[in-house]
């Protein structure tokens, strides 16, 4: 009997003694009132420090100096490609639009065809020219100024639109680039309008009340 309550108190062996586990266990109860100096309560269910999962961080490493968002000189690969074919696009539908009203007094033939073809091509290719020549000048004029300021706002949108304008239409003499200069101050300050009118709209709804 003495050796049955001997054997009793003894922990047990094997691999289950190796690791600890016929020692004292302790519950969650008996550790709830311990304090985790110097540590933080981690999560019950996965066992990890909860602030690790915590994204305070953008999820993408951008290299030494580099700008979270894109500049210029970056949108201006987008500006030009989109210009161009949005050019073409509506320039093919303009071209599709004269052929067929130049043509309609032709019967559907192989000739008719090709005039309505040549049309489309034509008008595409001058639209898209247009488009594209305005927004490289747009674009190289905001690159320029932007590096000249040392600033990315508003004021470089509408100076470059500006100066678009009155390039673009300095073959018609003054008259021309006052036209141009005028058109692109009201284009580029409509779209900075635009762009602001959240804050816009915030800032005047406090005066009127």
């Not at 109860?29 to 309560?41: E, F, I, Q, S």
């Not at 927004?135 to 320029?144: E, H, K, N, R, W």
């Amino acid at each position: 009997m003495e050796g049955g309550g001997g054997s009793g108190n003894k922990t047990p062996g094997g691999l289950a003694g190796f690791f600890g586990a016929g020692g004292a266990g302790y519950s969650h109860a008996d550790l709830a009132g311990v304090p985790l100096t110097g540590m933080n309560p981690l999560s019950p269910y996965l066992n990890v420090d909860p602030r690790y999962l915590v994204q305070d961080t953008d999820e993408f490493i951008l290299p030494t100096g580099a700008n979270k968002t894109r500049g210029r000189f970056e949108l201006a690969f987008f500006t030009i490609g989109g210009c161009c074919m949005t050019g073409a696009a509506f320039g093919a539908m303009n071209g599709l639009r004269l052929g067929l009203k130049e043509t309609q007094s032709m019967a559907w033939s192989k000739p008719r065809n090709v005039q309505i073809l040549n049309m489309v091509t034509r008008q595409g290719a001058l639209w898209a020219n247009t488009l594209g020549s305005l927004a490289l000048l747009y674009s190289a004029f905001g690159v320029i100024i932007e590096k000249t300021r040392g600033a990315e706002d508003d004021l470089n949108t509408i100076a470059a639109g500006t100066m678009t304008g009155m390039l673009y239409k300095c073959t018609g003499g003054l008259r021309g680039v006052a036209r141009g200069g005028l058109a692109g101050l009201t284009l580029t300050s409509l779209y900075a309008l635009y762009n602001n009118w959240e804050h816009v709209k915030g800032s005047l709804l406090p005066q009127s009340l």
